[in-house]
């Protein structure tokens, strides 16, 4: 089970902390990310992390201004989100698979965050 929090609304150039909390069956925890739904758009990909080896991806329009990392011991997930502009206003979720030949299968209920001009 996944538990995102930290959205918000945030001016422009703003910054804002989205953590996301695993419980019950960590052991899926290969591969987190976070993904983004902006109204009448398809979800897209933002960041993701393997889990044991900290390796991260980002998508080309948040590289330099987003960084995905996890606490172990808290088995919780971070995006650390700066320069925030209008066009990264979304619903972030974050999501976890047990490997990468798998779909992600864990979703949180998503967090919504409002970036104003």
């Known amino acids: 089970q996944l538990q995102a929090s930290g959205g918000g609304l945030v001016q422009a150039g703003g910054s804002l902390r989205l953590s996301c909390a695993a419980s019950?069956?960590?052991?899926?925890?290969?591969?987190m990310a976070w993904f983004r739904q902006a109204p009448g758009k398809e979800r897209e990909f933002v960041a993701d992390?393997?889990?044991?080896?900290?390796?991260?991806n980002y998508a080309d329009s948040v590289k330099g201004r987003f960084t995905i990392s996890r606490d172990n011991a808290k088995n919780t997930l971070y995006l650390q989100m700066s320069s925030l502009k209008p066009e990264d206003t979304a619903v972030y979720y974050c999501?976890?698979?047990?490997?990468?030949?798998?779909?992600?299968?864990?979703w949180g209920q998503g967090t919504q965050v409002t970036v104003s001009s």
């Open positions: 019950g069956r960590t052991f899926s925890m290969y591969r």
């Open positions: 999501a976890a698979r047990a490997s990468d030949a798998l779909p992600y299968r864990i």
């Open positions: 992390i393997r889990w044991s080896a900290g390796v991260t």
